[in-house]
C-alpha cells in the first residue's frame, strides 16, 4: 500500500504465524523489516526468506520480548543498521490456559510479561526515533478474548485487554507527533497457537462463528498493512476486530 522504500518496520513475534504474515505484508509494501522471535536460526531463515522475495533490507534478531535490556539492545541495534523506525507491531503472544483456580503465579506472569510489558517495553524504546520523523504506525495484536473474556484464559484476557488500554493512551499521547497507535482483534486464526487446542473445541468454536470458519493469518495482516499505510492516517486509539463476526 506504500512504496516508500526507506521506511523500517520491527515485528515482534515474525518467525511464524501471523507475525510472519505481517512481516511478509509489510515488506511487500516496501518496508524494510526487523524479524525477532526466540531463536536466532528462525529469525535469520525468516529475514532471509522476505528479503529474497521482495528485495527489501531485513535483519533478524532473538529477544526474549519480556526482558527490557534486550528490547531495548534489539532497537538500538534496528536503529543503527537502519537509521530509524517508522513501524512497530507487537505481535509476540503466549497462552499458558488454565482455570484461575489452578492457574500458578508463573503461567499468570509469563503471560503478562510476554504479551503486555513487551509493549511497554518496545513503545518505549521507538517512540522517539518516532517523533524525531513526526511519523509512526504502532499496531498492537490483541485478541478478541481481551474484550469478550473467555473461561481458562484470564491471564491471557487480562494482557489483551490491556493493550487495549495501553493502545488508546498512546493515540493520545502522541497523536499530535505524528503518531498513530491502533490495536487488531483477531479472533481464531489457523496458526501453532490454535492447533494445540483439541479438534472437538476447535469445531465448537466454528460452530459459533458466523463466517463458519478459522480465518487466514493474511486476513490479518491485510489489515496491519492497511493501518501502516498512508490511507489510514486519520485512524488510532482504535481496536479492529477481525473475527468472522464472533464478536460485535
Ligand atoms: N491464532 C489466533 O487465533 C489468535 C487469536 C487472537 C490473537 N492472536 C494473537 O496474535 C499474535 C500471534 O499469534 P500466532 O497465532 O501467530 O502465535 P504463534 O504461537 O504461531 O506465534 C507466536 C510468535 O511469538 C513469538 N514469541 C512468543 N514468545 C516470545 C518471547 N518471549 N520473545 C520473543 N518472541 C516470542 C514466537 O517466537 C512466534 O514467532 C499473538 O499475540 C496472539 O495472542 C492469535
Redesign the pocket.
Known amino acids: 500500500m506504500t512504496t516508500d522504500t526507506n521506511k523500517t518496520a520491527i515485528v ?8 510472519l504474515s505481517i512481516a511478509n505484508g509489510l515488506a511487500k509494501d516496501g518496508y524494510n523489516i526487523v524479524v ?3 531463536s536466532q536460526e528462525t529469525c535469520d531463515s525468516s529475514a532471509k526468506e522476505i528479503s529474497t522475495k521482495y528485495g527489501v533490507k531485513t535483519l533478524g534478531i532473538a ?4 526482558k527490557q535490556s534486550e528490547v531495548s539492545d534489539l532497537v538500538k541495534q534496528a536503529i543503527s543498521e537502519f537509521g530509524s523506525i517508522e513501524v512497530l507491531i507487537n ?4 497462552t499458558k490456559d488454565n482455570l484461575v483456580l489452578r492457574m500458578s503465579e508463573d503461567d499468570w506472569e509469563s503471560v503478562i510479561q ?2 503486555l510489558n513487551s509493549i511497554f517495553y518496545f513503545t518505549k524504546a521507538v517512540i522517539r526515533s518516532m517523533m524525531k520523523k513526526r511519523f509512526g504506525r504502532i499496531v498492537n ?1 490483541t ?1 478478541v478474548v481481551g474484550v469478550m473474556g473467555n473461561p481458562g484464559q484470564s491471564n491471557y484476557a487480562a494482557s489483551k485487554a490491556g493493550m487495549i488500554g495501553f493502545t488508546k493512551s498512546i493515540a493520545k499521547e502522541y497523536g499530535s507527533k505524528g503518531i498513530t497507535c491502533n490495536a487488531v482483534a ?4 489457523d ?4 492447533e494445540s487446542l483439541p479438534k472437538d473445541y476447535i469445531d465448537n468454536i466454528i460452530s459459533q462463528i458466523p463466517v463458519k470458519r478459522l480465518g487466514e ?1 493474511t486476513e490479518v495482516s491485510n489489515v496491519v498493512s492497511f493501518l501502516t499505510s498512508d490511507k489510514s492516517s486519520y485512524i488510532t486509539g482504535q481496536v479492529i476486530n477481525v473475527d468472522g463476526g464472533v464478536l460485535m
Open positions: 515482534t513475534g515474525s518467525t511464524r504465524g501471523i507475525g525477532c522471535g526466540r529477544v526474549n520480548v519480556s505481535n509476540a503472544g503466549i510476554v504479551n495484536i485478541s483477531p479472533g481464531f486464526i496458526t501453532d497457537m490454535i493469518p
